[in-house]
Every structure is written in C-alpha cells, then in structure tokens.
C-alpha cells in the first residue's frame, strides 16, 4: 500500500492506471475510520481494480466556531485499517498541497445544500463541494462511495457530478450502526459516558418515525413533532433540526407523498449528531 502526500504523484499515479485501463474506485474521508468508513472501502475494493482512500480533515468544511483542531486522528491506526481491507493508496495530503498560497476557487452546488445543515453550518456544503471537485480531479476515480449516513451531502455531490459533467459515478451505501443503533461517526468519540444513552434518542426517535409512518400517518408535522418531543426527554439533547424533506430537492414537505427523508441534527454534549431515515426503506435498530 502507498502513501501519497503530493498531488502531482497522486494525479501521475491515477493517469497512469487509467491508461492500463484499470478501474479506481475512491473513497474519502476525514480520518478516525470505523466500520462505516470500511464498509464503503469494501464495497470499493469490489468494484475497483485499484482502491485509493482519501484522509484529509479538509478546513473549508468547518465554521469558525467549529472543531477543526480538535478533530480527532490517528493515522497510524488508519493506515492498518486501510492495509486490513487491502487499500492500494492513501492520499494523505497535507493543507499547503490542497490549498496553496492564493487559492481563490470555490464550487456552490446551489438549491440541495441550503436547508437542512445548509442553514445551520453556513459554507459547509461549499467546502464539502469544492474539497470532493479538487480530490476527484487528483484521484480521477471511475467511481467513488459515499455513506447515506450524510444523506444530503451524498445529494449534494451526486448533484454536482452531474451537474458539472464529471465522469464518474457517484455510490450511496447505508449507515452502519452500533449494536444499539447510534450511528457510527468520529464524533461519538466526544461523547462523555454519561451522554452516550442520549445519543441513543437520534436513532430510536427515527425508529418512531418509521413506526408511524408504517402505521399509516403521512402528516410531517405530526411526526416531527412526535421526535422532536422524544429527543427533547433525553438529558444532554439540543436540537438543531428535526426536518422532513423530499429525497431529490432537499425542500422540507407538509405531506409525505414523494420518497421523503426525515433528517436531524441534534448536540449531545459537545459533539453534534447527525442521523437520519427515507421512510419505506429498512431499519434495523433495536
Ligand atoms: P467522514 O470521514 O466523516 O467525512 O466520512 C467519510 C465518508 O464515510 C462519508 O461518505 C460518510 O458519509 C461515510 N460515513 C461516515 N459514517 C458512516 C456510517 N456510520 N455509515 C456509513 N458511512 C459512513
């Protein structure tokens, strides 16, 4: 397996697999891997011939009140956990090669990222765009894997490949959870003991939600408001959305006639959560 820190090696390396008619198969991610971030390497070690995993804790992503520095890493355990999938690279640049001296280019993927985290991250999903436009022009993957678990970002970037005509296909796969259902994330490790049963309140208030939504009730405010109310009886809980939302727009709806995604992003402690579950797909939370 190589570490490539240089975006010129990384750009000749993918060029030159490319010209032997290889497959690459990308996925990137900020560090601290856990299951999540392997299911989609394995998925990506199935469908490329070469496999090359981003780690970069990208700073255009993060406000100025956001933790950037406290993000946690450790890439020597990640560099075992991608050897263990049988990653070929991993590009692990540092900030000057990403973003030299003067950078001044910016991607805006426009109507999917202002709600929801658009609204209360403001420039998050600009950063997210212009980080995975630069990382996909480096690794010029064929196909590249993203977890649902950041449901609107997976549309953000679906709408900007398409959008700006990059050839490549873009792959959602299911969040991975806990064994309680938390959904698995490098934040969770901010949670004190005493947080993580509130933490719970995420995935089992979208068990709720599924719940009413099979017994028929297609009213968002009727279910919102049931989460809303179940997340609030947690100790530790601050809520910064309970959303429902269609799946292509990322517009909030009143009645759950198209495929519908209830979303939320709640604080527990210090760490802020995300979650979320399109209604009529499987759940598997106990
Ligand atoms: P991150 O390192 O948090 O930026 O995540 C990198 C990629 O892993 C993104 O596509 C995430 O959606 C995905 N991911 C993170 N957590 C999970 C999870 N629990 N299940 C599935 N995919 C995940």
């Not at 999540?36 to 995993?53: A, P, Q």
């Not at 990222?113 to 480096?138: D, E, M, Q, Y």
């Amino acid at each position: 397996m190589r570490i490539i820190e240089s975006v010129k090696e990384m750009q000749e390396y993918s060029e030159a697999l490319r010209n032997t008619e290889h497959r690459i198969a990308f996925v990137p991610t900020m560090g601290y891997l856990h299951e999540g971030h392997l299911s989609l390497m394995r998925e990506g070690r199935s469908r490329g011939d070469c496999l090359t995993i981003s780690i970069y804790v990208n700073p255009t992503q993060f406000g100025p009140s956001e933790d950037l520095s406290s993000y946690p890493r450790d890439f020597e355990k990640d560099r075992k956990l991608c050897e263990s999938v049988g990653a070929d690279v991993i590009l692990f640049p540092p900030d000057r090669e990403m973003y030299p001296e003067n950078y001044q280019t910016y991607v805006d993927v426009e109507g999917v990222t202002r709600n929801l985290c658009g609204l209360s991250r403001p420039g998050h999903f600009r950063g997210v765009a212009t980080v995975c436009a630069k990382l996909f022009n480096i690794v010029k993957p064929h196909v590249s894997f993203f977890g649902k678990k950041d449901y609107q970002q997976l549309v953000t970037i679906k709408r900007m490949v398409k959008d700006l005509n990059m050839d490549m296909e873009v792959v959602g796969l299911p969040t991975v959870r806990e064994k309680d259902g938390l959904a698995m994330s490098s934040r969770n490790t901010y949670l004190k003991p005493e947080e993580r049963e509130s933490a719970l309140s995420l995935s089992r208030s979208l068990k709720k939600a599924k719940q009413m939504y099979d017994g028929g009730e297609r009213n968002a405010a009727r279910i919102i408001e049931e989460v809303t109310g179940y997340i609030k009886s947690f100790p530790h809980t601050r809520i910064d959305y309970v959303q429902i939302c269609d799946t292509d727009t990322m517009k909030d709806m009143d009645a759950l006639k198209s495929e519908a995604v209830i979303a939320l992003a709640v604080r527990v402690g210090k760490a802020r959560l995300i979650d979320n579950y399109v209604f009529g797909e499987p759940l598997s939370i106990p």
